[in-house]
Nanobody, 120 residues
Framework: QVQLVESGGGLVQAGGSLRLSCTAS????????MGWFRQAPGKEREFVAA????????RYADSVKERFTISRDNAKNTVYLQMNSLKPEDTAVYYC?????????????WGQGTQVTVSS
């Protein structure tokens, strides 16, 4: 089993930046594609970004392209989400997930989430 723990969330003003981390334990995530999803109040969970196990391909939701960057350090068993130029509409609980591609239903492992709040 893989346990995922997100960190790095918080309150930031619009235009600011945050870097989320997702650290895995239990087993290596080196062979898993990893992703970030988010869920705002009253909305469904949505895809944000994904990265292949090797890091050689990445995918982003249109709403975060050019602003967010997903990366990974397999030696540290950690995945990151660098978020720049944050907007109030980015406010959500952000979840790290492992073992899928784009759709949430594909992912096997999930973290508990970290709150990101962007003030205007």
């Amino acid at each position: 089993q893989v346990q995922l723990v997100e960190s790095g969330g918080g309150l930031v003003q619009a235009g600011g930046s945050l870097r989320l981390s997702c650290t895995a334990s239990g087993r290596t995530i080196s062979y898993y594609n990893m992703g970030w999803f988010r869920q705002a109040p009253g909305k469904e969970r949505e895809f944000v970004a994904a990265i292949s196990w090797s890091g050689d391909w990445k995918r982003y939701a249109d709403s975060v392209k050019e602003r967010f960057t997903i990366s990974r350090d397999n030696a540290k068993n950690t995945v990151y989400l660098q978020m720049n130029s944050l907007k109030p509409e980015d406010t959500a609980v952000y979840y790290c997930a492992g073992g899928g591609l784009i759709r949430a239903s594909e992912y096997v492992y999930w973290g508990q989430g970290t709150q990101v709040t962007v003030s205007s």
